[in-house]
């Protein structure tokens, strides 16, 4: 058994094949966490969830949608959460890329209003005692400032790239880390250092479905039937069986979630 603990089931991108990308998954033995990005996708979050039994909604705001959200997406959010009961909340974070902060030309106001949707996010989460999932996009010490001031219960920092440094301060917040078909290129000499050399208890496996391919798919879609030989690629790094990557990953993403209220799988 493997959890992809990140992937956007319900995006455009699989409206074609979904029912078979979904059954593919579970014949392969991988669940799936399924995080929203606006309030725009919550009900194609849920419907995924409710149409696929091993699938696991996040509800959230995604920093990279700053200029679609509205002030009242946060308590409509906060509304999902209490009724909906997520294993997380997520993707929400910070994207300083995108932004362009910290390159000349500066778009100050935009990055603050990541932060403030960003903040009320992590209240969200620390009220109703959830973890969440972390969009990190060259803003590791910036979110890093956040969770230390407003207290979660941890999570996950989606597609990790940051420093050895940076890593173990998430870990120390209690966060897992998440790797997938990034680390696979020749060229990730960083990421490919980090998941040999960060404790196998701090590492969880994600495909970013549709996105992220893994270096065999090239610039194809990508998806959670890519997860097993994500897996194996790890292990090969590492010098381990799959099946202990397997085993541990598995554990740490239960461990890190919780149980799913819904789902006697996760037992």
């Known amino acids: 058994m493997l959890v992809d603990t990140h992937c956007h089931l319900d995006a455009a991108e699989y409206n074609a094949d979904r029912d078979a990308i979904a059954s593919a998954a579970h014949q392969a033995g991988v669940e799936i966490v399924v995080p929203a990005v606006g309030h725009f996708n919550f009900a194609s979050v849920k419907e995924s969830c409710t149409r696929y039994p091993d699938c696991y909604a996040a509800y959230g705001l995604h920093p990279m949608y700053i200029n679609v ?12 959460v209490n009724r909906e009961k997520p294993v997380a909340i997520g993707e929400i974070g910070l994207d300083l890329f995108q932004t362009r902060i910290d390159r000349p030309g500066i778009d100050q106001a935009e990055f603050s209003l990541q932060e403030q949707f960003f903040k009320e996010q992590l ?6 005692d959830l973890p969440v999932l972390l969009h990190v996009r060259r803003a590791n010490d910036q979110i890093l400032k956040h969770l230390r001031r407003i207290k979660v219960k941890g999570g996950i920092a989606h597609a990790f790239n940051g420093s050895m440094q940076q890593a173990q301060e998430f870990i120390k917040l209690g966060f897992k880390l998440g790797f997938g078909g990034a680390f696979t290129w020749p060229r990730a000499s960083n990421l490919q250092m980090l998941a040999k050399d960060l404790p196998l208890e701090s590492i969880v496996l994600e495909t970013d479905g549709p996105d992220i391919p893994p270096v065999w798919l090239g610039k194809t879609r990508n998806s959670p039937t890519e ?3 994500i897996a194996q690629t790890l292990a090969e790094l590492r010098g381990i069986s799959p099946d202990v990557v397997a085993r541990q990953t ?11 209220p819904t789902n006697a799988a996760f037992h």
């Open 69 to 80: 959200h509205r002030t009242e997406d946060v308590a409509e959010l906060q509304t999902w």
């Open 123 to 128: 209240k969200i989460a620390r009220d109703f």
């Open 227 to 229: 997860l097993p030989r």
């Open 250 to 260: 598995t554990a740490n993403a239960f461990a890190v979630l919780g149980v799913p």
